[in-house]
Every structure is written in C-alpha cells, then in structure tokens.
C-alpha cells in the first residue's frame, strides 16, 4: 500500500514521478535490479490513464479496449507469472458502418479472408501488404504516410483504407497523415493473434502490480505532486515535493514529455538546440468518453466485444475528432470481464481535439455534455434496443477531464506524435539523470506500449547508473 | 572466458528470457531471432543481463553485433577476456 509522505527518505538512487503503466513499469524494473526507488504519484490512486472508477455499484474502465497478443509476454517477463494469466482474448470485434457491416476476430488470418471474400482483394496484394508492414521498424526511414502506404496497395479503396485504419486511430490517435511506421507496427502488432484484456478490469491489475512495487521494495507516495526537478550543472540533483527536496541520482519522469520539460525541469535546464527540437514537439488528440451502466437485474445477451461504429460516408481522420463526430467505438464489458462482479456497462469513445473544449463557458459545457450522452445514447440503441430503459447510470468526460485528471498537455490521451520519440530518449544526454517515460512518438503508446517503453527506459537508466559509480 | 563459457552464457540468459527455446537444432551462424521466438524486447533482456553479471555496457550501435550466435562470442571474447 501506499505509504505516507512523511515516511520518505531523504535520499534514493531513482525517483520516479507518475505512475501511469510506463512509470510503474520503470519503477518495478529499476527496484529489481537493486536501486532504491520512490515513486510519487500526483492523483489519489495509480495507474495514470490505466485507470477506473466507481458509480452506484459499477466498475468502469477508462482505458482497458483491447491490445496485443505481446501483453502476454511482456506482462511474464516485466511482472509476473499472475498477470499475465490473467490475458484473455477478445473474440467479437464489430465493424458498422455505411461503408461494410463485419464481425472478426480481428488478426492476419480472419483478415486475410475477409479482405478476399468481402472486399474482393486479391490474396497476393493482402500478404504483400502484411509483409511490409511486419517489416517496419522505428528506426526505419519515415518519409512515407499511412495515406501513401494504404494508396500504393490499397488505391482508391476507401472502404478498405477505412477498416485498416479506423481501429487504429482509437488505439493510438494516429492519423493517415502520420509516418506509415506508426501504423505498421502497431496495426501489425495486433494482427499477431488478435485482441486481448484483462480479466478482472483495470483495478485488479493494478493492485497485483502495486504488490509486485512492494515486493521489490519500491517505497509508493500518492497525493503527492512533484513541482519541480532539481537540475544544478547540467545534472538531475533530486525533485522537489510538497516544500521537501528528495535528493536522486536519477529522476524517471512519467509525466507528458512536454510537462516535463516546460513544468517540471524548466526550459533552461536544457541547450537552445535541444528546445528548438522540444518545441516542434506536437501533443496527440485527446478523447471523449460515456460510461453506462445497465440495471443489475436487466443484462443482456453478447452484442460484441468491442464495436467500431460510424455514420459518416468514409473515414477521415479529421471527422474521427470532430466535436459532433459521428464515429464512436462501444466496449462492452460483460459480467465475465470481472468474475464475481455480475454486472454489465459500456463505455463509448471518441476521439476528440482540446481546443474544441476548451473555450465553453460552465453553461455550453454542460449542454455539450448532454448533447454528448444523448448522441451516445441514440447509437447504442442500433445495437441495444432498449438501452434507454436499461441503465442506471451514465456520465461523460471530455479531454477537459483527461487534463484535469492526468495533467496531460491538452487533455492528450495517446502522447505525442512521432517526433516525441527522439526527444524522450535522448532527454538524459541534455540533463545527466533525466529520464522520460510515457506515450510518445504514436508507437510507444497504448498499454503494451507503455509497458514496453518502461523497460527501454530502465535499461537506460541502469546504464546510466553504472557508469556513474 | 572462453568461447565455450560466452556460448553457454548467452544460452543461459536466453533460457532464462524463454525457457521454452529450443536450441537442439539452433545454427550458429545463423539469426538468433529467427530460429528462437525472441524479439527486439529480448535482445534488450540480454544487453541488461549482460551489464547485471559482467558489468559490460554495450552501446545500442553495438545491438546488431549480438544477432546470430557466433556474432554474440566474437563480439564478446575481447570484452570478457579478463572475466
């Protein structure tokens, strides 16, 4: 559990600021490798944007959709035997939109089918297409677009583009305009094996990785917002925290990139060459949400597992993020997705811009709000007849809500965009001992993502450590 | 350390990584990562292992050195000589 702040040290080898999945990623990694770490986290429970809340008897999930079969491993290797047998496979992914109405499983083979039957694609262009882009890298040359990739197999096939696409987009806010690499790893990522969560929801993961913190001795502070990163000489010298210094040899900090450098470090602790690249640096787009929560004694029979709805003609990245988008994704989760818990919600997402937000006055706010809910509402009906009689809860957020809660830059829910990456990793060569971790560059994003991004940067920070002895 | 003792140290730490690997029928001189089930995220487990046991720090250039097996005992016999 966590503990008070008056019981922290005065010293650690790392402190770790934030603790969304890359921070406690970083954290449990680093505690096993023999540092002493601390971990602060501003909000009142962990897990950053991996996290859930409690209304009139129902557990909702802010971020638990679906990802990767590579969960699996990664969840053996960088926790532990327990979480990860608590994958399962999503099976029933639904597509409906006015371009095609599909189910599937949503991997290579199912793909490959229906794009030969349905889409009438012929089988040679579909592999060509899969070969590519399991053979992307990051470090590989980022000239080309999504939109120009999609063109050179796939011309003029909107509907096409649409289901490669559309999914995507929720999954990490890339958008057609992106380097085609964004796309490919993480799209190709997903065609592994399909689409996977956690059984017993995000509030069990995170306690079983808040026991695993405590087993390697990572000394865990909530409530506690750091205000700044001590930097003396081009050095990380500790963080300072509620009027205390903690002095620290390394600093991991899982807050945005562009929080750390601007609020937390400050931009002089940096060269004018590094913060002419920092400031290119564009934050992705936020989300809205709706959560719905249906009657204890009303249920229903599977509707799917994760939907992709549209009623706009064809995909556009640009309308996926309009105000009134008529594009939102309905994930459903069922009493199987927390055994013990027999209860039913749908959390419905959007893809969302700040500034469309921002502005409102307290009144527009709330209509927009409601407009939202009841937009919601209106879609769910096509696949819950009846929805309206069936719940007993509903609310919205909007990216007004993501910043409130996380402090991400302008609400942003999926990082930054590809030009984040370099900066991110090359932070500790600017300031000896600074680290970031946490979405960025598209790719690094998502749980699997993050997750994987925590174990680059500790390796990072151990040999840091090292040559430092 | 000898080229025998490098060989079974990185079978050891990539056992460790997958203990379901087989190397029965693993070529030495051919890519690692496409006989055993490792991906990028292994190799980096080996570089971190390497640097826990032997305190070697390998400069991410250096990764591609590590592909097949034999590439991983040439790169590091100089680098374990005094080990």
């Given amino acids: 559990m966590p503990v008070s702040f008056s019981q922290t040290a005065d010293q650690y080898d790392v402190v770790v600021i934030g603790s969304g999945l890359g921070g406690l990623t970083s954290a449990n990694r680093l505690a096993y490798c023999g540092y002493k770490v601390l971990l602060l986290e501003y909000h009142s429970q962990l897990g950053g944007l991996a996290t859930w809340f409690k209304r009139k008897g129902h557990i909702f999930d802010v971020s638990l959709h679906g990802f990767p079969y590579g969960m699996v491993k990664t969840c053996k290797k960088y926790w532990n035997r327990e979480i990860m047998n608590s994958i399962v496979q999503l099976k029933n992914i639904i597509f409906d939109n006015p371009q095609f109405q599909l189910k599937t499983t949503f991997d290579r083979v199912d793909f490959t089918e229906k794009l030969i039957s349905y889409f009438k694609i012929p089988k040679t262009t579909i592999d060509a297409f899969f070969a590519r882009v399991a053979g992307m890298n990051f470090y590989d040359d980022q000239s080309m ?46 065609m592994n094996k399909g689409v996977f969560t956690f059984e017993g929801g995000t509030d069990k993961l995170i306690k079983m990785m808040t026991v695993e913190l405590e087993k390697c001795g990572v000394t865990i502070c909530t409530n506690c917002k750091v205000d700044r990163i001590i930097v003396e000489q081009g050095k990380v010298k500790g963080v300072e925290c509620r009027g205390k210094v903690i002095a620290a040899k390394s600093v991991v900090s899982n807050s ?26 564009r934050v992705n787009n936020s989300s809205c949400q709706v959560y719905i929560g249906i009657k204890e004694d009303e249920g229903f029979d599977d509707i799917g597992d994760l939907l992709f709805t549209s009623k706009a003609a064809e995909f556009s990245s640009t309308e996926l993020c309009d105000l009134h988008t008529k594009s939102k994704t309905f994930s459903v989760y069922y009493p199987k997705t927390r055994p013990g818990h027999n209860r039913h919600t749908i959390v419905a997402s959007m893809n969302a811009n700040y500034k469309d937000w921002e502005a409102f006055s307290d009144e527009q706010y709330g209509q927009e709000k409601e407009s939202l809910i009841q937009r919601t509402l209106l879609d769910l009906e096509r696949y819950l007849p009846g929805a309206k009689e069936k719940i007993d809860w509903i609310e919205a957020a909007t990216p007004r809500t993501f910043n409130r809660y996380t402090l991400h830059t302008r609400g942003t829910s999926f990082g930054t965009k590809f030009e984040g990456l370099d900066i991110s ?30 174990v680059i940067v500790s390796n990072d920070v151990d040999a840091y450590m090292r040559s430092n002895d | 350390m000898t080229r025998d003792a490098i060989r079974d140290l990185i079978l050891e730490i990539i056992e460790d990584i997958d203990e379901d690997a087989d190397f029965d029928t693993l070529e030495a001189d051919k890519p ?47 680098l374990l000589a005094d080990a």
């Fill in chain 1, 425 to 454: 990793r090359n932070i500790f060569k600017e300031v000896g001992g600074l680290f970031h971790v946490g979405s960025v560059g598209i790719i690094m994003s998502g749980w699997l993502g993050a997750i994987n991004y925590g």
């Fill in chain 1, 145 to 190: 677009t999504t939109r120009e990739l999609f063109n050179e197999y796939f011309p003029g096939r909107s509907d096409v583009h649409r289901l490669l696409m559309e999914p995507i987009s929720y999954a990490n806010g890339s958008t057609l305009d992106d380097p085609a690499i964004t796309y490919g790893i993480v799209f190709s990522n997903f």
């Fill in chain 2, 32 to 78: 690692l990562r496409d006989q055993l089930d490792l991906d990028s995220m292994d190799f980096l487990d080996i570089v971190m292992e390497l640097r826990k046991r032997h305190k070697l720090q390998i400069p991410e250039e250096d990764y591609p050195e590590l592909a097949t097996l034999d590439s991983c005992v040439n790169y590091l016999e100089p």
């Fill in chain 1, 256 to 281: 945005g990139i562009t929080n750390t450098i601007h609020n937390l470090a400050g931009r002089d602790a940096f060269s004018d060459t590094f913060m002419e690249k920092a400031d290119k640096v």
